[in-house]
């Protein structure tokens, strides 16, 4: 592994124990056992590294979504990105736990997450309405329902992890289970007789799937 791939594995791994706020360029330099200059040659200063974590959390999350098949619509595809999700997110948690703060802190960071957000919120608008046109979805949905589908999901993604550390003591696959029926719940009132049988077989299986 090159030192840079290094640097980051080794960043991200104490952020998401100490907090970004905490650790310091030489707290990541000790535990690699490199020099600051060596640090510097890859990173001129710490916004840098959490700024290249950003986009490379920003790229696994765009490759999720080009895996969706959407022309074969089901709920249970639905379910499925979203548990991938919650495995990328628990990886970058540190961004979740600090989100606020981070893209107070760093402005490249938020312009980039608010480019993010429109580009994401067209595509989960357009989404839902396939899901409705292929009968996943009631095909009465209001236009303002849909908004408030969408914007609801956002809050719920943005905040679960600081949820989940408060409230929650429950074990990795407990706690993925969890997320899923805050995240994905809020499309149960919405979905289809069909759908509905399939979105509650899903979270039987995972139950059953539970680690002893």
């Known amino acids: 592994m090159k030192t840079k791939d290094k640097i980051l594995q080794t960043a991200l791994e ?114 839902l309405k396939v899901y409705m046109e292929k009968g996943v979805l009631r095909k009465d949905i209001r236009a303002e329902e849909l908004d408030r589908i969408i914007d609801v999901g956002y809050v719920l993604n943005n905040s679960w992890a600081v949820d989940a550390e408060i409230h929650f003591s429950g074990n990795e696959h407990q706690k993925m289970i969890h997320y899923l029926k805050l995240c994905c719940g809020r499309l149960e009132p919405y979905l289809s007789p069909s759908a509905k049988k399939e979105y509650l077989a899903y979270f039987d299986r995972l139950q059953k799937e539970m680690p002893v």
């Open 14 to 127: 104490l952020f998401n124990e100490q907090g970004f706020r905490t650790v310091t360029v030489e707290n990541i330099c000790e535990k690699l056992g490199i020099s600051k200059g060596n640090f510097n040659y890859h990173f001129r200063k710490k916004e840098s590294l959490i700024e290249l974590l950003y986009d490379s959390m920003v790229e696994e999350v765009k490759e999720l979504i080009s895996t969706i098949p959407f022309e074969d619509a089901k709920v249970s595809y639905f379910l499925q990105s979203h548990q991938a999700l919650f495995h990328i997110q628990a990886k970058y948690r540190f961004f979740f736990l600090n989100f606020f703060e981070i893209l107070n802190h760093y402005p490249a960071i938020k312009e980039k997450y608010l480019q993010r957000y429109e580009l994401e919120k067209n595509f989960a608008l357009q989404s």
